[in-house]
Each structure stands twice: as structure tokens, then as C-alpha cells.
């Protein structure tokens, strides 16, 4: 069945909160902040992260960032982020995507499917090269960026930090 994506929204329901329960709090370097929430609270976050993604409410440090979920049929399978630019930080030490398949669903092919996904909203964002860090030993993401034509050009004490050129 084929697989797409849908932007974050507010009247995202139980089926979401329940998908990003089975992402860890810090997944191998990635962060789900509404892993331990109650339902309620997850509904507060989804205003916030629908208001980010216009570039509403951000903090100094922030920049815009765009949430989605991958779907197959009717069922969520994947969260992904999409930060708009980066500032200092973000080039010194990660990158423009953030991603992460529910634990009962990886191993399927759905993250190299998943980062294919967000790589061409990047093109609709008109994000031409487009940066993304894997932690050293998370072999799965590094295998995922490598697939989706990542070429490694630095490491941190840490990451692992690919470039990803897209013909726009
Ligand atoms: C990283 C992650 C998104 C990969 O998703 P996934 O659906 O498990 O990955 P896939 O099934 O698409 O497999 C990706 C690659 O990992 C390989 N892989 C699968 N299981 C593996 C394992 N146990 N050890 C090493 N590699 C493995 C696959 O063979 C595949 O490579 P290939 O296509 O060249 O054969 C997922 O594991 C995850 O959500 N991890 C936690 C969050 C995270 O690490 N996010 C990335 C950092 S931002």
C-alpha cells in the first residue's frame, strides 16, 4: 500500500498520540516531547508545533519547523520534522530533518521510505541542500540518509553530519 504524508494539525487525534508514545523521549538522538504526556497535553503541543511551523511563538534560538506523519492507508507509521533554515547551531551539530518510525513498525523499509518523503517537502520549501546528523552508532539512520544519497562531509565527538543535493 502506498505510503504519504500529512502536515501536523490540530484536530490530529488519539491515533497520533498513541504512534508517538512508541517513539522513545530521546530515540538515538532523536527527541519526541510528547512521549510520557497525557492526551490532553498532547493536544496543547499540537497548537504549538502547528504555530512553529508558520513561525509563530519561537523562541530566539528556534527556527520555523514543519511536523508530519506518514501514513499507510489510515495508519500513522512515521513522524518527521523539517526545520525551514538552520542557524549556528543547527549547522554546527544537526541538521534541516528530524525522523522516527514507531518502535512496533521499523524494520520494514519504512524509514528509507519515510526520509524520501520529507526530502521532497524540502524541495517545496526550496531547501536545495539539505543537512542532516545521525549519531555515530545508529546504524538504521545512517543507512537510511546513505540511501537517500547522503554524502558524509563531517563529524562531531558525536554525529555523523551528510549533505543531501536536490535538483529544484
Ligand atoms: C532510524 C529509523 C527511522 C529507521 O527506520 P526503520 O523503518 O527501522 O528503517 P528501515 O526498515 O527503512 O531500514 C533502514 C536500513 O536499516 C537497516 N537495518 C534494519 N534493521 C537494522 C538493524 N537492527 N541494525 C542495523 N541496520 C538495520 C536496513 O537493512 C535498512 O538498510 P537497507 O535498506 O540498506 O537494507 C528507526 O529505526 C527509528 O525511528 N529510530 C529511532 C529514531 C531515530 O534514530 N531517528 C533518526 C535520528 S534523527
Known sequence: MKLNLKKLSTDDGRMIYDMLQEIESNDNGFHNAVKGMSYEECKI??????????????????????????????????????????????????????????????????GNELLALL???????????????????????????????GILVKETCTKNIYLIYRLL
Not at 71 to 78: D, N, R, T
Not at 84 to 108: M, Q, T, V, W
Not at 125 to 134: D, R
Open 119 to 149: 526530502l521532497k517537502e524540502c524541495d517545496k520549501l526550496k531547501i536545495s541542500t539539505v543537512q542532516i546528523g545521525a549519531n555515530k552508532n545508529n546504524e538504521r539512520s545512517n543507512k537510511v540518509i546513505v540511501n537517500n544519497a
Open 45 to 110: 503541543w499540537l497548537r504549538k508545533n502547528a504555530d512553529m511551523s508558520e513561525g509563530i511563538g519561537l523562541k530566539e534560538w528556534m527556527v520555523p519547523q514543519t511536523s508530519y506523519w506518514m501514513f499507510i492507508g489510515e495508519m500513522p507509521v512515521g513522524y518527521g520534522r523539517i526545520r525551514h533554515f538552520l542557524n549556528d547551531n543547527l549547522e554546527a551539530n544537526s541538521g534541516h530533518i528530524g525522523y522516527a518510525i514507531p518502535s512496533s513498525h521499523r524494520g520494514k523499509g519504512y
